[in-house]
């Protein structure tokens, strides 16, 4: 790889391309992270999801204007000129058909939330990468915000017995349940938990939908995807210790701590988060899919 590496990105429809171009292309930006240049991308969108194929220009020209983002005619395009990719689809039914020529390159690869619209695909991805020896990583930005990572570091907090997370969970029939939107909530959920949930039972109403997770050491998980009234990111962590509760950070930008997560990715580092717990997050979705549809509990096995 060069000095300043060259990234590219595949999918324009989202507002994540714009701002994650700045972070990087930006040095007068405050939050500027240094060691990497967006240098082109594939405009992809979705004809049948309005939030797609409606943003895709928009956001396509302020690359163009603002950075000189050299826009091309395929992913495979792509991966011919950059060290390593943003896949920034925002409809995750695209996601493994796009990530396909990334990985068979074997260039890093970071994959916006959700990793697909469903489990299987997102195994799909995984067993590619792992066959090609690729590195990939998915994750909301909500994992790497300063005050969930600040709960973490928390040494009086203890052992983590239980955890409430919440954030809006917007529906799509093209990416159901908490595979649009409640990911966030759900990524909340993991940071603190960790994996090992064996069941879960969802209630699904209008406003809302409200996970109940159980863990395979007895502790109970909840996610609370809202869908009416006033919406937030944040958590109740319930520690030996003592209770946390949080909201995301307003004062440090939501995608900056992310970013500096990628691109020590991109440049030889682990991934941030493990593909055994991003396909628990998957299956966890799933589960909670079926569960809200069936007004039954279900196992994560049931659906992996």
């Known amino acids: 790889m060069t000095d300043e590496l060259r990234v590219g990105i595949i999918g324009f429809d989202t507002s994540h391309v714009p701002a994650f171009t700045k972070l990087l292309n930006d040095p007068t930006d405050p939050y500027h992270v240094p060691g990497a240049k967006v240098v082109c991308g594939y405009p992809s969108s979705s004809p049948d999801l309005e939030s797609s194929y409606q943003r895709v220009e928009g956001f396509t020209q302020q690359v163009v204007d603002n950075w000189g983002v050299e826009i091309v005619d395929s992913a495979q395009a792509v991966v011919e000129r950059v060290d390593a990719v943003l896949l920034e689809s925002v409809d995750g039914r695209r996601h493994l058909e796009e990530a ?3 990985i068979a390159a074997g260039k890093p690869l970071y994959i916006d939330k959700p990793l697909a619209a469903d489990y299987a695909e997102s195994a799909e991805i995984y067993r590619l990468a792992e066959e090609a020896g690729c590195p990939v990583f998915s994750s909301s930005s909500l994992r790497f915000d300063a ?5 973490q570091g928390d040494a009086e907090l203890g052992a983590v017995l239980g955890c409430d997370a919440f954030s809006p969970a917007t529906l799509d029939p093209t990416n159901p349940g908490l595979f649009w939107y409640g990911v966030h909530g759900v990524e909340i959920l993991y940071t603190l938990m960790g994996t090992g949930c064996q069941r879960v039972r969802c209630t699904t109403m209008a406003g809302a939908d409200v996970v109940v997770g159980v863990w395979d050491d007895g502790r109970l998980g909840v996610m609370r995807g809202t869908r009416a009234g006033a919406h ?3 958590v109740t962590v319930f520690g030996e210790g003592k209770v946390v509760q949080t909201l995301r950070s307003q004062e440090v930008p939501l995608y900056a701590p992310l970013m500096e997560e990628i ?7 682990p991934a941030p988060v493990a593909p055994e717990e991003t396909l628990e997050i998957m299956a966890f979705m799933q589960a909670a899919l079926v569960s809200g549809r069936e007004w039954r509990e279900v196992a994560l096995d049931e659906v992996r």
């Open 263 to 269: 691109i020590r990715f991109f440049r030889g580092g």
């Open 147 to 151: 005050n969930i990572t600040a709960i």
């Open 100 to 102: 396909r020529p990334v």
């Open 232 to 234: 937030e990111y944040g």
